[in-house]
């Protein structure tokens, strides 16, 4: 069982940056993907960032262009950097991993998730 744990949020003021990391407990094998999910208040949860081996990235358009996901050799750390945040970029961030090829990269099912972090963004 995999095990993801999620570190780095906090409040920032709009324009600001933060930096979000994730630990999986093991290495994860070749071909997993893995990425961030959030869920804004009052939204369902939505994919923002997303690697699937060896190196398609996604980023949904909300946040292409601000968040940049990026991941250790070993895929034991994942991690994502948001820069000039918005408002509308607060909720709660979660890493995931293991994708079901069950969709769009976006709707995949995930099979792993973290606990989440918050983050929050004022005007």
């Known amino acids: 069982q995999l095990q993801l744990v999620e570190s780095g949020g906090g409040s920032v003021q709009a324009g600001g940056f933060l930096s979000l990391s994730c630990a999986a407990s093991a290495r994860t094998y070749p071909n997993m993907c893995m990425g961030w999910s959030r869920r804004a208040p009052g939204l369902e949860r939505e994919a923002v960032a997303t690697?699937?081996?060896?190196?398609?990235?996604y980023y949904s358009d909300s946040v292409k262009e601000r968040f940049t996901r990026s991941q250790d050799n070993a895929k034991t750390m994942v991690y994502l950097q948001m820069e000039n945040l918005k408002p509308e970029d607060t909720g709660m961030y979660y890493c995931?991993?293991?994708?079901?090829?069950?969709?769009?990269?976006?709707?995949?099912?995930?099979?792993?998730w973290g606990q989440g972090t918050q983050v929050t963004v004022s005007s």
């Open positions: 690697i699937h081996p060896p190196s398609d990235t």
């Open positions: 995931a991993a293991d994708c079901r090829a069950d969709g769009p990269w976006y709707q995949q099912t995930r099979r792993y």
